[in-house]
Every structure is written in C-alpha cells, then in structure tokens.
C-alpha cells in the first residue's frame, strides 16, 4: 500500500524569475543569483522526476519575487487540496495564480477565506495527523479555518508553534516517513513530536532540517555534511541539492514544490 505523507506521483514547481532579487528575507545575507539558482531548481526538479513522479512545471512569475517557493500557495492531501492565505501580503497573489493548476489537477478544491492566514510552509502532514505551527505568518484563526475544512476528509489537525525567529514550522522539521520526523533539537524541544521517532539534525546544520522525503529519496540541502550522513546511516536514500541562493530568501526543500 502507498503512504500518501511521501510517496507521490506528481509534482508542481515554478521555475524563479528574475525578480527573485526582491524575494522577502529576514536577514539579507546578499542578493541571490539567478543563474546560480536556476541550476540548483533544474537540479531540484529532475530529483523529483528521478523517482518517476511528473512534474508540472510552472513559468516564472516575475510579478511575486517568492513565486518559486510554491509550497506556500496550497495544501495538497489525498481527498482534495484547500487554497492557502499567506501572512506576507506581497504573496497573496500567488494564490490566485496557482488555483487553475490545482483546479487541472483536483476536483475537490477550497479556499481559506479569510480573515485569518495560513501558509503551507507551516503545515507538516504525518501518518496520523496534520501539524500547524502558528508563527508570524500562519495565526489561530488560519488553522481553525483550516480544520473545519480537512476535518470533513477526516484529518485531525493540531496546532503547535514554530520557535520564535523561525520562519515556518517546516523550516525545522521534515517527514522521513510515515511515524518518523527529521528535526533540529530547538523545535522538538518544544514537544511537539511527543510519540513520533524523532531524528536530529547535528549541531550547527539546523538548516538541514528543511529536506523533503520524495518516494524513495530524501532531497536535502547541500552543506551539511553530518546531517546527510546520518540520514544515510538511518537507511535514507539522500540527495543534496544546493541550496545556497534560495537560502538567501529563507527557503529550503520543501518551498519548492506542491507534492501529491
Ligand atoms: C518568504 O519569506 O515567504 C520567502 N522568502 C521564503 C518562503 C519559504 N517557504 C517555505 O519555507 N515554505
């Protein structure tokens, strides 16, 4: 039987624009390049293909800078996908853009209306249910609204929280499979994953925890050397991709693609 919460048969990604130089960032650490970036996105994308998944790739979106980071737009689960409401307003927009795709491909969609905010980059789905960190972009009105729709599909959402100065829940953690998660020690610290396996990424390779299990492959930030070789000694098939530019807006893996 396929687990839903990592083996996938398609894929959407938005190849960056040339405005990425503008994408929203905490800390600006220098100006991404283009061309750097579009190396590690080719890279990123034919991984994904790798497995066997189709991939719908999507033009570049020079009016949203953070179009790329698509995992912002929707939630994608087996029954249907819901339309997301991002905290930034500069990425309201995306949302739009992404719904006909979403609409080509599902035929159970929904919207979060409103006046609340979620973003996907917050909600991680596991074997048993699906986490929501509230942070500065995703708040407590954004995850009720959430659960009225996918508890109707069955899921049990629980709302947990995304450390302070971390821009998503995902940002620090990621699914290996079904019951086990990839975590820094800052978030799980918090609890949060009280009854799941929880590996760690090793100390001062936090960024590494914004990997994706993609069927068989772990994608993984390229750099951090510990981190993938004990993935590796867990039995997990890794890829590192580089992930320098994207780094440089605070995205990681999971950003860069819609997986069902
Ligand atoms: C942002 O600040 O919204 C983008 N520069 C980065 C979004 C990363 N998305 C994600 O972690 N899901």
């Given amino acids: 039987m396929t687990d839903p919460t990592f083996q996938f048969t398609r894929a959407i990604t938005r190849r960056p624009a040339a405005s990425i130089t503008m994408g929203l960032r905490a800390e600006d650490i220098g100006t991404p390049d283009l061309d750097g970036m579009l190396a590690a996105h080719a890279h990123y994308v034919a991984t994904l293909k790798s497995t066997g998944a189709e991939v719908i790739e999507l033009s570049p979106l020079d009016t949203f800078p953070d ?16 339309m997301m409401r991002p905290g930034a307003p500069s990425r309201m927009g995306e949302v739009a853009e992404m719904e006909p795709t979403i609409r080509s491909v599902y035929d159970d969609v929904h919207r979060i209306k409103g006046p609340g905010h979620i973003e996907g980059g917050d909600i991680l789905v596991t074997g048993r249910e699906i986490l929501v960190g509230r942070s500065d972009r995703t708040d407590a009105a954004g ?17 947990v929280f995304t450390p302070p100065g ?11 499979d079904g019951e086990t998660i990839l975590s820094t020690k800052r978030l799980d610290d918090s609890g949060c994953f009280e009854g799941y396996c929880v590996l760690h990424v090793a100390e001062g390779e936090e960024a590494a925890a914004n990997s994706i299990r993609f069927n068989e492959l772990v994608l993984a930030p390229a750099g951090f050397p510990r981190t993938a070789e004990m993935l590796r000694k867990n039995g997990y098939e890794v890829v590192e991709i580089n992930n320098t530019e994207c780094a440089k807006l605070d995205g990681g893996m999971s950003c860069l693609s819609l997986r069902f």
Wanted: glycine letters at 4%.
């Fill in 143 to 159: 995850v009720a609204e959430l659960t009225d729709i996918v508890s109707k599909w069955g899921h049990t959402v629980r709302e």
């Fill in 67 to 82: 179009a790329v980071f698509v995992e912002d737009t929707t939630l994608c689960l087996p029954q249907g996908a819901v």
């Fill in 166 to 176: 971390v821009l998503h829940f995902k940002t620090d953690c990621s699914l290996l």
